[in-house]
């Protein structure tokens, strides 16, 4: 399902790039900012950067120490606001404990917030407005309306319900006029629920929690998990990566399915390309590019 997807979607931003250099002479600018050593957040920190410069954006990345105060945060926050060769900022999340998180969201310009998840965009999301959209739940749609065209009239089920997916999730599923349920830890007849949806997006954080007899025959299942569990068919102490569905069985059902890891990784990071080319064109008074936004 989703092989192909989020290499078409890079390529689509780099030719847009070359466009904007050669008639323009602009240069989108990402800035990404990493607080302290999680390793799970280098490794993302490391692949956006890669993937950034491949696009042919200018590429920022500022590490931080772990124990780095609020206003030294802001500070760079603030510099990058001002900065006109930067037009997306991502603070990595998440932030070590003595950083609040809202407040340091709330001080990144919204139009240059290429994650979505300042107040104003998601406002603008909620009331149907054109915002910057959540990355991770944007590449889902862009999946979803790569399988079935037209998302109208599916009954969608989103499992979780956090700001960064599950929310901005159901907005764009109501968007393109899905019937939308939010399911969550106290959801009643959770199986009854998914087992009435045409698209299931499980967004949880909860290993293999889906298993094959919810799905509906041909429904279309995307795994926005990933969950770190013992691996002892690997070796004792090793580890594997899983999502919030049991695949095996999943996939025997659905009429579509994505991997976890290689599924909606790969499509967050083309869409907080796309983001960053969306900013770059408002941020220009130029036309957007078409297919790369809601
Ligand atoms: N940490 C995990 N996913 C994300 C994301 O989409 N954006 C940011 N800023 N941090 C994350």
Known sequence: MVKHLPARVRG?????????KAEHAIIPGLAVVLVG?????QVYVRSKGKLTVEVGMHSVEHKLDVDTSEADLLAVIDQLNADAAIHGILVQLPL????NEDLVI?????????DGFHISNVGLLGTGQKSMVPCTPLGCLMMLRDHFGSLSGCDAVVIGRSNIVGKPMAQLLLGDSCTVTIAHSRTKDLADVVRRADIVVAAVGRAEMVPGDW???GAVVIDVGINRIPAPEKGEGKMKLVGDVDYATCAE???AITPVPGGVGPMTIACLLAN???ATCRANGLPEPEGLTS
């Open 12 to 20: 689509q931003v780099a030719e847009h790039v070359v466009r904007l």
């Open 37 to 41: 050593e999680d390793p799970a957040s």
């Open 96 to 99: 070590p404990n003595h950083l």
């Open 106 to 114: 709330s001080s990144i310009s919204p139009a240059k917030d290429v």
């Open 215 to 217: 799905i509906k025959p």
């Open 253 to 255: 059902v659905a009429g």
């Open 276 to 278: 960053t080319l969306t």
